[in-house]
């Protein structure tokens, strides 16, 4: 049985010296996550169902995409994706390639979040006003951009 698939654009921004980020190096890295989809759905075993795993920096998306039983039909996209806008190009490739797609938004409170982030490594710490400008502008996600159904889990 093949291995879960779970896609993450901050993957793409590993460096042997741990995680750096600029604008540019973001953009790339987005567009190879975008890449790295396309290639996962051609390998996986139909049929394919597209989860974008979303919320703020710090919200346990990762954590949870790891306690879901391995399905080879899942393709687990996971990233902070506050608005429609960031999910329409998922969404776009995923309908394309005539998949299923859904979101779970893992719903967490900001205090919450902000703690979890400073237990991470150096490296992968957000900007704490990164997380509180993320979560200024989170947009539930909603069947109404193209999901098949949409789950929203407490992330608490």
Known sequence: ????????????????DGRVWTPERNAAAWQAAYAAL?????????????????GIQGAGKSTWIAARPPSPSTIHVDAALPGARHRAPIIAIARRLGCAVDAVWIDTPV???????????ADKVVPVAAIRSVAAQFEAPAVAEGFDGVAIHPGE
Do not use: K, Q, Y
């Open 38 to 54: 396309e290639e996962a759905i051609g390998r996986t075993p139909p049929p394919v169902r597209v989860v974008i795993v979303c």
């Open 111 to 121: 205090d919450v979040a902000i703690a979890r982030n400073a237990a991470r490594p």
């Open 1 to 16: 049985m093949p291995d879960a698939v779970s896609i993450n654009p901050d993957d793409f921004l590993e460096t042997a």
